[in-house]
């Protein structure tokens, strides 16, 4: 069985390649079960989250995820998430390899936002506000430049010095780069904002978005997670990557539990604006939120993009 080292794992999967393969799946699709949660309690540490995600094509491939979620790694300078993802020949159960799972998580995250601004955010969107400034929010600029004219670009983060950090990275990739330090100013002077953060209580709130504007929500996956209102709910026409979205994630969940939001609202999943069921971005005034809370369907993407752009094989070939 391969082992591929993140150096590897991230030069397989460009955005230019990633963003149309996701397009493919989600015409297509896969069998994505349900994601098992497994919380681990850390006190008086944040409590960790232990997650497992599979998906196959069958014949062609499948996988798992193996994903650990560590919130109060921030404080002590490391990354929130550490992950693998095992995968295998479907036709026969043989191993191919063993990826680097923080990459194929951030890089596929990203191009996932990437694919559904491309249906949401306004055609002639130039100026990207990224509030968060981890390893997804970094890759973000990036991506969105495949799917739009992005040069403009502002970080904001609750650690300027890591905002900088980052702007400073953006400049070298020829982004016109800035750091926030209103973050409400920032959100208003947007075309497009794209929040990748692990906060429990509101950032982007629904009083300071324009017309026009797309809003891409990426960090909440658990029911307590939360990056914008129920004002900015009650606004937009909201989309996401999957219904179980509506389930997990507390951007949802908890407008939902108040009121704020049912579920018939729902404007549509990423499969329907992939497949043409649903038009996108129906004028330039409408106010669109896509809110991402993850799928293996992505996973089994990315995965299958490295295997063919790498030349994995099954570790035992049974036909041989």
């Known amino acids: 069985m391969r082992v591929v080292d993140a150096g590897e794992t991230e030069r397989a999967l460009p955005f230019a390649t990633l963003i149309p ?10 069998v994505a079960p349900p994601r098992h949660h497994h919380r681990i309690e850390l006190a008086p540490e944040p409590d ?10 069958p014949h062609d491939a499948l996988g798992v995820k193996i994903l650990n979620v560590f919130p109060g790694n921030n404080k002590k300078g490391l990354p929130g998430l550490y992950s693998l993802y095992c995968l295998f020949d479907a036709e026969h159960g043989t191993p191919i390899a063993l990826l680097d799972g923080n990459v194929i998580t951030a890089r596929r ?19 990207l506000l990224v509030v968060g400034a981890g390893r997804i929010a970094s890759l973000l600029p990036e991506a969105y430049r495949e799917v739009r004219a992005i040069h403009r670009v502002t970080v904001w983060n609750p650690t300027p010095v890591a905002a900088q950090a980052l702007v400073d990275r953006l400049r ?5 780069a800035s750091v926030a330090s209103d973050l409400e100013a920032a ?3 947007a075309d497009i904002v794209s929040s990748a953060t692990l906060a429990t209580r509101p950032l982007v709130l629904g009083e300071w978005l324009h017309p026009g504007i797309h809003l891409d929500l990426i960090g909440s996956f658990t029911p307590e997670m939360r990056e914008t209102d129920d004002a900015a709910i009650r606004r937009a026409s909201v989309f996401v990557d999957t219904e179980t979205a509506l389930a997990e994630s507390g951007d949802l969940l908890q407008p939902l539990q108040s009121g704020a939001f049912v579920a018939s609202r729902l404007a549509g999943t990423l499969s329907d604006l992939c497949t043409g069921r649903h038009p996108g971005r129906r004028d330039s005034q ?15 993407a990315a995965a299958m993009v490295a295997r063919t752009r790498l030349g994995l094989k099954p570790s035992v070939n049974p036909d041989a």
């Open 187 to 189: 959100v208003r002077a």
């Open 172 to 176: 070298a990739l020829d982004f016109d």
């Open 286 to 300: 409408e106010l669109t939120l896509f809110k991402a809370s993850g799928t293996a369907m992505s996973d089994l």
């Open 109 to 127: 995250t990203a191009a996932v936002s990437a694919l559904a601004g491309s249906y949401l955010a306004r055609s002639d969107a130039a100026s």
């Open 48 to 57: 960790a989250t232990l997650l497992l995600m599979p998906a196959w094509k």
């Open 21 to 30: 393969a996701l397009r493919e799946m989600f015409v297509g699709g896969c």
